[in-house]
């Protein structure tokens, strides 16, 4: 393949320095989206925390927060047009260093608030007590893995004790339901970590039924199981996807595990789909010939799978080697290859790293 003349060697990602210079609110809005029955409103760009297994927390940095003054002109505008509702969108919601201020502008507005997830390290009585408050029905939290050893490897350093609280505060401000993500297939994961999700849920129920100060009764807990997909750039780009065929046995043992449970609900994705994803964020130029000729087939994947003469195991599960080109190192991110491998080599030996990639 001969390069374009004129393009350049490296490609530098540009970065906007100043959030408060841009309104960054959805400006389409339809009833056939996801969050189509709320405004949604960006609070900032980029994470502090660095888990090891997310592309957000690595290409988005450093962390740039919207001032309270900026967001203040936003809501009010929001209000003034009719909005009824508002969702908070950021990587780290919870971080965000004026929070309590923010949701004061919310509420003094008269809207209703709605944030997608929730550190449960990050939960203060102030927060949950303005969610309540705010109509918001269901809390969210991403323990994203059952024990906390794995949770020490991809680098979520959350405790159990933490997500007790996190019951806890669900109960004591009325919030009827509680919603947990989860991720199977990451890196060092055994069965034991598996089996640890349906017992985790039975612990989380033990705290959460009571009855709030309202005298009502616990929802639904549910568990949402989503699937690892290494994405590039972060320092599980070198891990190997763990395969349909293993993530749907997976599923399976979470399934039998809260099957005894009334009021546990478990969402997942399908594994195929899964699989897919990682063919398309792992696969290089070559990888192009199978997304055209399932644009042939009308998006049929699956049959575009079958008749593309490509190799999806050489790009989804397979580890890479330390010193394999990737497809994507031509991109320049503002991470460097050095620190995402010394993570990589940290999250292996289990050592959840306290500072950021180099």
Not at 11 to 29: D, G, H, P, Q, S
Not at 248 to 275: C, M, Q, S, W
Request: aromatic share 6%.
């Amino acid at each position: 393949m001969t390069p374009r003349g004129g393009a350049p060697a490296i490609v530098t990602k540009r970065r906007l320095r100043n959030v408060n210079a841009f309104e960054t609110i959805a400006t389409v809005k339809t009833p056939n989206a996801e969050y189509g029955h709320m405004a949604l409103l960006e609070v900032g760009k980029g994470c502090g925390r660095g888990c090891r297994f997310c592309l957000e927390g690595q290409v988005y940095r450093p962390v740039r927060h919207r001032s309270v003054e900026a967001l203040r002109a936003t809501v009010s505008e929001l209000a003034a047009s009719g909005e009824k509702r508002v969702g908070l969108v950021g990587a780290c919601v919870s971080d965000y260093p004026w929070i309590g201020d923010l949701l004061g502008v919310v509420e003094e507005a008269g809207l209703e608030l709605s944030i997608s997830s929730l550190r449960a390290d990050s939960l203060t009585p102030e927060l949950v007590a303005s969610l309540a408050r705010g109509g918001h029905r269901t809390l969210t939290i991403a323990p994203e893995a059952g024990t906390e050893r794995l949770r020490q490897v991809i680098r979520k350093s959350i405790s159990d004790e933490q997500l007790y609280t996190a019951c806890d505060l669900v109960r004591r401000y009325g919030i009827p339901n509680l919603k947990c993500y989860f991720m199977i297939g990451q890196p060092t994961e055994t069965r034991a970590d598996v089996e640890a999700i349906p017992d985790l849920a039975r612990r989380l129920l033990e705290r959460l039924r009571v009855p709030d100060s309202s005298g009502r009764p616990f929802g639904r807990l549910t568990l949402s199981i989503s699937s690892f997909v290494p994405k590039p750039w972060t320092p599980f780009q070198w891990a190997a996807f763990d395969g349909a065929g293993s993530l749907g046995e997976k599923l399976d043992i979470i399934k039998r595990g809260v099957r005894r449970f009334a009021n546990v609900r478990v969402l997942h994705e399908n594994p195929r789909e899964a699989a897919l994803q990682a063919l398309l964020a792992r696969g290089d130029r070559r990888v192009s010939d199978f997304v055209e000729l399932a644009a042939r087939l009308d998006g049929d994947w699956k049959r575009a799978l079958r008749e593309w003469d490509g190799d999806p195991e050489l790009y989804t599960t397979r580890e890479r080697p330390p010193d394999e080109r990737l497809p994507w190192d031509h991109f320049e991110v503002g991470v460097k290859k050095t620190g995402l491998l010394r993570e990589w080599d940290k999250a292996l030996a289990g050592v959840a790293a306290l500072v950021g990639v180099a």
